[in-house]
């Protein structure tokens, strides 16, 4: 598990505390007034942010002093996570003072909530005016800090070296899943696990077994690339140890907290001298495929009544990267068996922008490129945006923002 330092910061600047207080003292749940934030709209706060460093921001949306200081940190943030990094930035005035949001929202593309009377949020973390607060990816306390004469020098250097000296954050479980496995010994046993996530990230302190006592195999600091694959075989270096059972068994999945997930696997099956592997989706469910550790997985095999094909769903919708981007995203559609779909984007108003593919696509992961213009070829405004995938068995759509 990567360790979180304790990081000690010697002559930082006036007024600064270095605390470490306990997960949920620091956390509200506000909604994003920011038309170009990505979680626009909805309820956010330190635990929606989940593996993510977040910086709290408090100030009045009518004080050119407090409108400075935002946009100081929203360019920060932005530099940050162009690099990749995990960092959030929320700002938080008062609902008094809500017709003059468009101070911190015209410009920047980091969320912004208003606290209500009473001010609970505001009174709750003691903030006062231009009062930054740092947290930790466990949502502990690491700065709190009056930024009215400026940033701090090393705040930059702070977020990162919280995140880890790489840059490449701890995977999410949401993200990363078991896409293939073969359990027929012949040739060895394999596990492949699939990052779907919009970014390169770590499986330090993932556990792998085939049971939930999770004891045969704890990663270390492997990072596996948005839209790549891992895949160990049995018995290998840094790879796990169990067998396998060609009578069918249970992969699991954990991450460092503790949070599970599994797929079951039937049993092997020999198919046209092949000993098939079991793929599957981001849900769990999958089918029997010819082996490809390592790649792209290849089209369902059906067998007939006496093999158990458990594959009900065609078409996975992948998160796209970089979001928010600019100059342009690429977006991620997984396919279980070939289909005819059509890929089309769409502003937050519903309104059609662009068709970005339209046939048949075989099994796989494809990517396509959205360079932020229309049907014209006019890059379209900043915002939110929603790009859809439509085939005869259902329609998917995911949220992007592009931040000029």
Excluded at 43 to 67: A, P
Excluded at 159 to 184: P, R, W
Excluded at 289 to 314: A, R, Y
């Amino acid at each position: 598990m990567i360790q979180q330092k304790k990081i000690k910061i010697k002559h930082l600047l006036f007024f600064t505390t270095l605390l470490t207080l306990a997960f949920g003292q620091y956390d509200y749940s506000l909604e994003d007034l920011n038309s170009s934030s990505s979680s626009y709209g909805e309820e956010i706060g330190t635990t929606y942010f989940q593996n993510h460093v977040t910086l709290h921001y408090f100030g009045h949306f009518t004080w050119g002093s407090c409108t400075n200081r935002f946009g100081q940190l929203n360019n920060l943030y932005d530099n940050l996570k162009n690099q990749g990094y995990s960092v959030e930035l929320i700002g938080v005035a008062k609902a008094s003072q809500s017709s003059s949001s468009g101070n911190w929202t015209d410009n920047n593309n980091s969320p912004v909530c208003v606290d209500e009377s009473p001010y609970d949020v505001w009174n709750g973390w003691n903030a006062s005016q231009r009062d930054l607060f740092v947290l930790d990816l466990n949502g502990d306390l690491v700065l709190h800090q009056n930024i009215t004469s400026g940033l701090p020098d090393n705040l930059e250097s702070l977020i990162i070296e919280l995140l880890g000296q790489s840059g490449t954050d701890l995977c999410n479980l949401n993200d990363i899943y078991v896409s293939e496995a073969h359990n027929s010994g012949n040739p060895e046993d394999y596990i492949e696990i699939f990052n779907g996530g919009a970014y390169d990230c770590s499986l330090e302190g993932f556990k792998v077994d085939n049971s939930q006592d999770m004891t045969d195999m704890i990663f270390e600091n492997i990072v596996v690339p948005a839209g790549g694959y891992w895949f160990g075989y049995m018995g290998d270096d840094s790879s796990f140890s169990f067998d396998l059972n060609s009578n069918g068994d249970e992969v699991w999945l954990s991450d460092p907290a503790g949070n599970i997930k599994s797929v079951s696997l039937n049993a092997s099956v020999e198919w046209d001298g092949v000993q098939l592997s079991q793929s599957f989706l981001g849900d769990g469910v999958g089918c029997y495929t010819i082996p490809t550790p390592g790649e792209n997985n290849t089209d369902c095999i059906t067998l007939g009544i006496d093999v158990h094909n458990i594959l009900p769903q065609n078409i996975l919708l992948l998160n796209s990267y970089p979001n928010p981007f600019n100059p342009a995203t690429f977006i991620q559609i997984e396919i279980k068996n070939r289909e005819d779909v059509i890929i089309e984007i769409f502003d937050a108003r519903g309104s059609f922008v662009k068709t970005i593919f339209s046939g048949f696509l075989d099994r796989g992961i494809h990517k396509f490129r959205w360079n932020a213009t229309g049907s014209d070829g006019i890059e379209v405004g900043s915002g939110v945006y929603f790009y859809t995938i439509k085939s005869n068995s259902v329609s998917l759509s995911k949220k992007i923002v592009f931040a000029k």
